[in-house]
């Protein structure tokens, strides 16, 4: 099972209320960082986590997730979002990589009915872990635009916040279950 890191600040900085004249106003950041411990060594952990067939499983709303080649994947993933369904198409990019040590995507996503557009620039780290086998660290960057936009950050974090832990408990299973 995976264990929240129990060292995480109450509170993550979020840049939500950025006054950054440099940031485009016709969008919103959530930001996103904690770490979860699973029972598996760092390469069988790195092996789950490059798998499209796992990705496919873990991922909140995942329709389809496939190696484009080593580093690319495309990705068909719909979701509830309060009062909108986005149905996003899209893809995803190793933009740097050290396996089994950490890796850093770049995403992007496209839904045509709201007309959001959905990038993400994520990094994961695996460590030797104090209590499990595995320590792994993520932050995330979400920016978005159009419909999904209208809706108030903090409407929308606590749902991209239940759907990063399912992903979590999602692959924790798969690993710790042996599939």
């Avoid at 960082?33 to 499209?52: F, I, K, N, Q, T």
């Avoid at 104090?130 to 929308?156: F, I, M, W």
């Avoid at 990063?164 to 690993?175: A, C, K, P, Q, R």
Wanted: glycine share 8%.
């Amino acid at each position: 099972m995976s264990h929240s890191d129990d060292t995480r600040p109450a509170e993550e900085p979020t840049g939500d209320d950025s006054d950054d004249p440099g940031e485009d106003a016709g969008g919103e950041r959530l930001e996103f960082a904690d770490a979860v411990y699973v029972d598996a060594e760092p390469g069988e952990l790195w092996g789950h986590l490059s798998d499209p067939e796992t990705l496919t499983e873990c991922v909140p709303g995942a329709e389809s997730i496939e190696r484009q080649s080593e580093r690319r994947y495309s990705v068909e993933i719909t979701r509830g979002v309060s009062r909108l369904t986005v149905s996003l198409s899209g893809e995803a990019e190793f933009v740097e990589m050290d396996p089994p040590d950490h890796v850093v995507t770049s995403a992007t996503a496209f839904d045509s009915t709201t007309g959001s557009e959905f990038d993400v620039l994520a990094a994961m780290e695996i460590q030797d872990g104090d209590r499990y086998e595995s320590k792994l660290a993520y932050t995330a960057e979400v920016t978005y635009t159009g419909g999904a936009a209208t809706l108030n950050p903090s409407v929308l974090r606590p749902i991209v916040e239940r759907d990063i832990d399912s992903y979590f408990g999602n692959l924790t299973e798969v690993v710790e279950g042996g599939d």
